[in-house]
């Protein structure tokens, strides 16, 4: 049907579907407020965890251990800066990523499925979603830890920052693309999506600088456009090594690119699959 | 002539008292179907299940190593009198991860089965809620020993971590005690889910809370004094202080009397009440209808 519409009724067919999906979202985080609270605290949770270990192991929130791996000796900010861009990951894998499965889990998906939308338009609705989310906890957590914490990060750079996070976003789309294609060809998913968020936290400089990981793995996080995005942005803010904002900027496009186009490549082909072995609806 | 209960119902006839034998083959069953069942089902679960660990511990080690710039500190000696910081992060998160894995298995455990399709099957079953719930936790338990050997494997290979190997049956029994007095951590959880739904986030929120206020990475010490006392009531903060005890410091198990007197109230108080809240939950959830929703 959509097929002998006009471009110009269909395009705007999306753009409601897209609000719409973003309004059904808005409403399932309010039907479960303690969710909203959660997502507040648990970010700040891990600093906090950090920063006691800190304390524990040098007394203090600098250590000049630390500058000869990271080039900067507060390490406090450092982790504040990586836990703060880590929530976009967490929010794109967690919630593109196993969109899906949660619609299936609601009893949803066939409905959704059928629906006479392109799936990327209930994708871009949930990534919007995710997006505005991510960057009002972001925001949360760096005013949380401005006043509670010996540091201050609500500077008039963060506005960069912003920026390099505006477009770290679209390649975690991509990221979140490639796992929801993963959730419909291996189904119970939880586990494993929170194993690769937490390898994804491990092996990017969230914590601590890609020089204290030994080699082979340091290699790999080359390949994740996170470690430029931080490297970038700490960089941009004096905490770290930098070479220039275009650098970065060029990076994170390039990274845009090919994972939106090879996550979105990898959806088409596990949803071909799952059609074809019947497994779409299945649990 | 059929006889009604107090809300109207019919009392359905008594399934007979089932002994010691068909609690336990209930108990393995539950265990058994949850170990392999619900993994081969799901061969990523697998997968996650064995790096999982590995990668929850791991950055703890690596923050240190960036901080400290080699494996020992000054400043965690003068606090606990143990300076190798591998040893005493590897003690210290291994006993909570065994604790957590056992909360979430417990906890989860209805919602799980919601999810999967199962609850109203398992739910109509005539056994006993609670040997359900201990099969969970054996299962987890099962999981355990094998991050625990997989742990310390790792410690000892890479990270030249030194522990007093004959205190190894004193921490076994640490453990045990940990395993009965999460039985009752677990039960109460698993009556708030079942009313309240939304585990997950319950269940994450409880896991970084407890992760924060355990000393798992970091001494008591260094945490601010009202939340030392709240931490020191939890069983969690109490084996992993015992562990420490034994395994590093090669002290008895005999001088952890503390520690053993709080494990045991936890047994002995809090299965009992985790008991009589999960059942006020369980008729909570009757009647508001929402026992079997999502």
């Known amino acids: ?283 | 002539m059929q006889r009604n209960g107090p809300e109207g119902g019919e009392i359905l006839q008594r399934t007979k008292k089932i002994g010691a034998k068909e609690h336990l083959v209930v108990v393995l069953s539950i265990a058994k179907y949850e170990l392999l069942i619900s993994n081969i089902r799901y061969p990523l679960r697998v997968v996650s299940r064995f790096l999982g660990p590995l990668v929850w511990v791991v950055p703890f080690l690596l923050f240190g190593k960036a901080i400290l710039g080699g494996s020992t500190s000054e400043t965690l000696y003068e606090l606990t009198g143990i300076s190798h910081m591998p040893t005493f992060i590897l003690v210290g998160t291994i006993i909570t991860l065994v604790s957590f894995n056992m909360l979430w298995l417990m906890a989860f455990a209805i919602r799980l089965e919601s999810f999967r399709g199962t609850f109203e099957s398992i739910y109509a079953c005539p056994v006993s809620k609670f040997d359900f719930f201990l099969g969970k936790l054996v299962a987890s338990t099962i999981w355990s020993s094998f991050y625990i050997i997989g742990l310390l494997v790792l410690g000892v290979m890479f990270l030249d971590v030194q522990l007093a190997w004959s205190r190894a049956p004193d921490a076994i029994i640490i453990m045990i005690l940990l395993f009965f007095a999460m039985f009752g951590f677990g039960l109460i959880l698993a009556g708030t889910i079942l009313v309240y739904k939304e585990s997950h986030t319950i269940l994450h929120f409880v896991d970084g809370l407890f992760s924060l206020i355990v000393p798992m990475a970091y001494p008591l010490e260094v945490l601010p004094i009202a939340i030392q006392k709240i931490s020191l009531s939890l069983p969690m903060t109490q084996a992993v202080l015992a562990a420490r005890n034994v395994l590093i410091r090669d002290e008895s198990l005999l001088m952890q009397g503390t520690s053993i007197a709080i494990l045991s109230c936890y047994i002995f108080i809090l299965i009992p009440l985790g008991y009589v809240f999960y059942n006020y939950m369980e008729r909570k959830a009757k009647k508001r209808g929402v026992l079997h929703k999502y």
């Not at chain 1, 949380?144 to 960069?160: K, R």
């Not at chain 1, 690769?196 to 600088?209: D, F, G």
């Not at chain 1, 905490?239 to 690119?257: A, C, K, N, T």
């Open chain 1, 1 to 283: 049907m959509n097929d002998i519409m006009p471009l110009n009724e269909r395009v705007k067919g999306e753009l409601f579907a897209t609000l719409y999906v973003l309004k059904k979202e808005i409403k399932l985080w309010k039907r479960y407020p303690s969710r909203i609270l959660f997502m507040l605290l648990m970010p700040f949770l891990s600093i906090l965890t950090l920063y006691f270990q800190g304390q524990a192991l040098v007394g203090e929130t600098q250590s000049e251990a630390f500058e000869s791996f990271a080039g900067t000796q507060d390490y406090l900010v450092f982790i504040i800066l990586g836990s703060a861009l880590f929530i976009f990951v967490s929010t794109a894998i967690w919630g593109i990523g196993n969109a899906i499965r949660r619609e299936q889990m609601m009893g949803t998906l066939e409905s959704i499925w059928v629906a006479p939308v392109s799936k990327f338009t209930v994708f871009m609705g949930i990534a919007l979603f995710d997006g505005l989310f991510s960057i009002y906890i972001a925001f949360m957590q760096l005013l949380f830890s401005s006043i509670i914490l010996p540091v201050n990060l609500m500077v008039p750079q963060m506005g960069v920052v912003m920026g390099l996070t505006f477009l770290l976003i679209f390649a975690l789309y991509g990221l979140g693309f490639f796992f929801t294609g993963i959730v419909l060809l291996f189904k119970e998913i939880e586990d494993f999506t929170n194993l690769i968020n937490q390898t994804l936290r491990m092996i990017t400089p969230v914590s601590y600088p890609l020089s204290v990981l030994p080699a082979p793995v340091a290699f790999l996080a080359l390949f994740i456009p996170l470690t430029y995005a931080l490297e970038g942005a700490r960089g941009y803010l004096g905490v770290g090594p930098y070479r220039s904002l275009e650098y970065y900027v060029v990076i994170l496009i390039i990274f845009d690119i090919v994972m939106i186009v090879a996550g979105g490549a990898i959806f088409d082909y596990a949803e071909k699959r799952a059609r074809r072995r019947g497994d779409i609806a299945t649990h």
